[in-house]
């Protein structure tokens, strides 16, 4: 728990503190969102239609888990480098 506080303590922005905070305290709130993120992109015809064409849920379990992992990549980037100027 000090860790935590020493490691926000650091961050002067208030919205960075606020960003930071969210993921410190509320790491499964994001897990979820993530995953319901994929759900509802997958549940789009024209997606679901290439996935099963091309075979990436049905090849194996790492390449789900590879465009998971990706997907939060992507995300974790552009919540972390956003501009605020221009939302």
């Given at each position: 728990r000090r860790e935590r506080m020493r490691f926000l303590e650091r961050i002067k922005d208030p919205v960075k503190l606020a960003a930071a905070l969210a993921w410190v305290e509320y790491p499964l709130i994001f897990h979820i969102s993530l995953e319901f993120g994929l759900f509802k992109t997958y549940a789009?015809?024209?997606?679901?239609?290439?996935?099963?064409?091309?075979?990436?849920?049905?090849?194996?379990v790492n390449s789900c888990l590879r465009r998971y992992d990706d997907t939060n990549l992507i995300i974790n980037e552009m919540i972390a480098h956003r501009d605020l100027d221009h939302p």
């Open positions: 789009i015809p024209s997606v679901s239609k290439i996935l099963a064409e091309t075979g990436q849920f049905t090849k194996s």
